[in-house]
């Protein structure tokens, strides 16, 4: 990067991490600051920490995680052949944090998730300069920087934005490898891939999306051998995660040490998966769980990749050689965010929970920023009308948490809609009008994708011609 570009992420880093940290303190459910997952994943960090052991029988029998959560805390784990309780999310992510809550407990694990969310989104920064220039890099990773979804979830204590960070760092270099050969560039690249496992179980698939992209570009490049090292490190590490969970939690992954009866998908036939596809649609839009009706700007993600598609489809790389770049950067970040996407419809087990929107495709939300900085270059007032749509719901989100009677996870305020919200499609009551909206807007999206640009001018022309005769 040259200094005027490093000086301008330093102060973007500066500015998202006094923002983030401003959100520590906010309650998360009335009477707490932590839910959902947040407080067995600090008891194992904290069980880390104290005892030097992820067993939490002690810690569940004595009642040891009052000081964390002030309600009864059920435990996620079946007792093992050892007479242990291992929590079914892993030990990756809390050995990560781990250094954090020894110096000064959750609350500077916090401090240091927000370090490290407002890495992701500089990451994001220099992801976007390799598509388009400033100020639409820059101006796309300040506006999702600050979006609420990177409010609500830069200091949750979940892997989702670490995973961010990895994903944009491993990306990154990988795209470094277009322009110079470097062996620390590649088993770096890999190392971090590597590492997405251990934070959770669902980033493999993204993980390994990026892996075989670098591979590819390495074989193309007749750097065969290192391909195979890189791809060797990444086995390496899927070996280890293996044996360590097979004695830690009986099975390949930590989800073996489930209690019985629950599932890792929370599906059981392949019909249930298939009836899962409406939140292909659904993770967009719903009206409490939606990443756009939170962060309309992230439209501008699919507006990107539309103009990319559509550049991909009409050759123009072939006249322009430079745009080749630009096109593979803005393909592998639209394939891992594809990948993620993939995870938060089929896997996950339910797209409603506990915490604030978007959970599931919070670890791919960097990576949007360079396909929104694309539509902001090509739709520069709308994407400003969104943009700061989203920093009002932000600002508002805030001030009702912080001092209102708002909580991230539960009673969050109509932001930024006010009584408009009403327009968004709920998906939670089971109504059918919300499933055909659903299937209108996937046409719609396949339509704009896949029909010739072309076929779209002559419908056009012969409306014109009809309405004037």
């Known amino acids: ?34 839910a959902g997952d947040e407080p067995h994943f600090l008891l194992t960090t904290k069980s880390i920490v104290e005892d030097h052991n992820a067993d939490l029988l002690d ?18 784990g079946r007792v093992t052949a050892q007479g242990q309780v291992n929590e079914p999310h892993g030990v990756g992510f809390p050995l990560l944090i781990a250094p ?11 401090l240091f998730l927000a370090a490290v969310a407002a890495l992701a989104i500089v990451l994001a920064y220099a992801l976007a300069l390799r598509v388009v220039p400033d100020p639409w890099a820059i101006g796309a990773a300040l506006l999702g920087g600050l979006s609420p979804p990177m409010l609500g979830w830069a200091t949750a204590v979940y892997p989702a934005l670490p995973a961010g960070a990895v994903l ?5 270099l990988a795209l470094k490898l277009t322009e110079r050969r470097s062996r620390p560039l590649v088993f770096a690249c890999f190392f971090l891939i590597g590492m997405l496992p251990w934070l959770a179980t669902p980033f493999i698939l993204a993980g390994a999306v990026v892996a075989a992209l670098t591979a590819r570009l390495l074989w193309s490049q007749r750097r065969r051998m290192l391909a195979i090292g890189g791809l060797e490190v990444v086995g390496f590490s899927l070996a280890f995660y293996a044996g360590l969970n097979e004695g830690f939690f009986g099975g390949l992954t930590p989800y073996a040490a489930q209690l019985a009866g629950d599932s890792a998908t ?16 659904a993770l967009w839009i719903d009206r ?22 559509r550049e991909w489809r009409g050759g123009l790389a072939r006249v322009i050689p430079e745009l080749q770049a630009e096109e593979f950067a803005a393909a592998m970040c639209a394939s891992v965010v594809g990948a993620q996407l993939f995870i938060a419809v089929f896997l996950a087990p339910t797209m409603f929970g506990f915490w604030f929107p978007g959970r599931h495709l919070i670890p791919a939300l960097p990576l949007m920023i360079p396909l929104v900085a694309i539509g902001l270059r090509r739709a520069p007032r709308l994407g400003a009308v969104l943009g700061a749509i989203g920093v009002i719901a932000s600002v508002w989100f805030y001030a009702d948490v912080r001092w209102g009677e708002g909580t991230i996870a539960a009673g969050r305020p109509d932001a930024p809609w006010g009584p408009l919200e009403v327009a968004w499609p709920d998906y939670s009551d089971g109504a059918a009008l919300p499933y055909v909206i659903a299937a209108l807007v996937a046409v719609g999206v ?12 002559r419908l056009l022309r012969r409306e014109r011609a009809a309405t004037t005769a």
């Open 288 to 309: 409490e769980y939606g990443v756009l009706r939170w962060a309309p700007l992230f439209l501008l993600a699919w507006v990107g990749v539309w103009f990319v598609w």
């Open 59 to 76: 810690e569940y029998r004595t009642r040891d995680y009052r000081e964390i959560y002030p309600r009864d805390l059920r435990a996620r």
């Open 168 to 172: 944009a760092g491993a990306v990154l």
């Open 446 to 457: 396949a339509a704009a994708f896949f029909v010739d640009p072309h076929v779209w001018r």
């Open 266 to 281: 929370g599906a059981h036939s392949a019909t249930d998966y298939l009836d899962r596809a409406y939140r292909f649609v």
């Open 1 to 34: 990067m040259r200094r005027a570009t490093l000086r301008r992420a330093a102060a973007l880093w500066l500015l998202l991490f006094g923002v983030y940290a401003a959100t520590i303190g906010l309650p998360t459910e009335p009477g707490s600051d932590y």
């Open 100 to 110: 954090a809550y020894a110096v000064g407990g959750p609350k500077a694990v916090e």
